[in-house]
């Protein structure tokens, strides 16, 4: 079993709707991470939990909820989104918030599209 | 606050011919130094990372990369690439010993052809 798991793979959802991303984490590790992929962008950080409290919030906008039930699962609660936030969104695990270095293991993402 | 520049959107290269991807960075404090690679349809993987010591530093698959401070980069080679190697690398860094945010460059998309 992949060490991070995201589902679903491929979402597709209208204006109106209200949707979650799920994230769960095998690897012990303590924090988690929200990551936004637009083409042509560099990645963009967008929420981090360690041990179930949110340590950052990147300025996103309130459409976007995380929820951290536990430190092996991340959910991401999405409701009336725009277009503009079709994108492939990847969620991240690390053993602590990068002190001594220790490197994201990323999840396969889940590729949203906003009708 | 710290910023990465990869100067290469895509690099095209034949197979077995060796491979540099550039990275540059600009930071006002000490950095640790990761290279990730994106395979289609795929999570980002960790090729490699510099911490501190030796500034060459070897990775997965037979990557690596040396860090030079002065020119503030760190650069990606592999003397000899496969088909395989066909993906997109991502170059990023974070303030050593402190918070981890990773800030990422753009990326570099490597096409292998044989």
């Known amino acids: 079993e992949t060490g991070v798991t995201q589902t679903p793979r491929h979402l597709v959802m209208g204006m109106t709707n209200k949707k979650s991303l799920k994230c769960e984490q095998h690897l012990g590790h303590n924090a988690m991470y929200w990551y936004k992929q637009s083409a042509k962008k560099p990645l963009e950080l967008m929420f981090v939990?360690?041990?179930?409290?949110?340590?950052e919030n990147n300025s996103v906008p309130s459409r976007f909820s995380p929820e951290c039930p536990n430190s092996s699962h991340l959910f991401l609660h999405l409701h009336t989104l725009q277009p503009e936030d079709s994108a492939l969104y990847l969620c991240?695990?690390?053993?602590?918030?990068?002190?001594?270095?220790?490197?994201?293991?990323f999840g396969n993402g889940t590729r949203l599209t906003v009708t | 606050a710290q910023s990465v520049t990869q100067l290469d959107s895509q690099v095209p290269v034949f197979e077995e011919a060796p491979v540099e991807l550039r990275c540059n960075y600009s930071?006002?404090?000490?950095?640790?130094l990761f290279w990730y690679v994106q395979y289609p349809n795929q999570g980002l993987q960790l090729l490699l990372k510099?911490?501190?010591?030796?500034?060459l530093v070897k990775g997965i698959n037979g990557f690596e990369a040396e860090f030079n401070k002065s020119q503030t980069s760190f650069h990606l080679r592999k003397p000899s690439v496969h088909i395989s190697d066909t993906a997109e690398y991502f170059c990023?860094?974070?303030?050593?010993?402190?918070?981890?945010?990773?800030?990422f460059g753009t990326g570099t998309r490597l096409l292998v052809s044989p």
């Open positions: 930071s006002s404090v000490s950095v640790y």
């Open positions: 990023a860094v974070t303030p050593r010993g402190g918070f981890q945010k990773l800030v």
């Open positions: 939990y360690n041990f179930k409290e949110q340590t």
């Open positions: 510099y911490l501190s010591g030796s500034t």
């Open positions: 991240a695990s690390s053993q602590d918030l990068g002190q001594k270095g220790s490197p994201l293991h």
